[in-house]
């Protein structure tokens, strides 16, 4: 049984020591990396590179190999936290216990490093010294998986549809959709690439992105239990908020137990998706516990 807390702050910490290097070695200079900086070095759980890493564990590959990649996927998460906070979006005031970008600098420089985080993820999955010829193709779909999960079809589309629904009645089916676009499309493809470069076989990558989908809907399921019963505290951020902007989420539709049961429902799904994995992957078991048990 993998020691989740041990676990978790063990790659926390790693990924915060590559991303302070990496921007250390951008330079700091102007209010535009100051803003990218405040943003990254927030804190946040680093969920999506943590599985990452750990989908490449699971099939063998060495996790070192991967820092680059599971950092620009959360530069791309941090940017996409950036423009929902902002106040044509949901117009949050606090994230992560801080004051959201937008309110410690201004609106303008809250948009232009969003802006600058997500093109900065595209330039470090591209950048040749981080590839070696054999993994060419793999690195190209690496790039065009992510591009696409955070796009238009992806994370985008999803945000648009939460912002568009609000105040009207959509039914399962369409908050499920919407959630696997603006939530589940970011943690689908981080551990696509994760097994992916660590070397998955086909069998293998069926059963992770099966495993991946499940969380992906579990962890949008629990954010909207915890926005009700949360505590602010713990969570860095306003609770209440959904309902405050009559926003469709899961407990809104299905009730507060139901949504519970749901995502203890999809969890086991899986878990039951990557059962056959030996104890290499019992971080990915481990970390699909905590979503559904997570209190943050």
Request: glycine share 8%.
């Amino acid at each position: 049984m993998t020691d989740l807390k041990a676990y978790l702050l063990l790659k926390q910490s790693d990924i915060n020591q590559w991303l302070d290097a990496f921007f250390t070695r951008q330079g700091t200079n102007g209010q535009i990396r100051e803003a990218m900086q405040y943003a990254i070095s927030a804190g946040g759980k680093r969920v999506r590179p943590i599985l990452c890493l750990a989908a490449a564990e699971a099939v063998g590959g060495n996790p070192n190999d991967l820092m680059h990649v599971a950092s620009a996927i959360e530069m791309i998460h941090t940017y996409s936290l950036i423009h929902d906070d902002l106040p044509a979006m949901d117009d949050d005031k606090v994230r992560r216990g801080k004051p959201t970008l937008h309110v410690q600098f201004d609106e303008a420089t809250a948009i232009l490093a969003g802006d600058a985080l997500l093109t900065l993820a595209f330039q470090l999955l591209s950048d040749a010294q981080y590839i070696v010829p054999e993994e060419q193709h793999r690195r190209l779909q690496i790039i065009h998986s992510v591009a696409v999960a955070a796009g238009c079809s992806g994370m985008i589309d999803g945000q648009m549809l939460d912002m568009i629904s609000e105040g009207k009645n959509i039914n399962i089916n369409d908050i499920k959709l919407l959630h696997k676009k603006k939530t589940g499309a970011l943690i689908e493809v981080s551990v696509f690439s994760g097994a992916l470069m660590g070397g998955a076989n086909d069998e293998e990558m069926a059963s992770l992105n099966q495993y991946a989908s499940y969380i992906g809907l579990a962890f949008q399921v629990a954010d909207d239990i915890l926005n009700v019963i949360g505590d602010p505290k713990k969570m860095g951020k306003a609770v209440g908020t959904d309902a405050d902007r009559d926003k469709n989420t899961f407990p809104s539709i299905l009730g507060l137990p139901d949504s519970q049961e749901y995502a203890r429902v999809l969890i086991g799904k899986a878990l039951q998706a990557i059962e056959s994995f030996d104890k290499k992957a019992e971080p990915l078991r481990a970390i699909a516990r905590y979503i559904i048990e997570r209190d943050l």
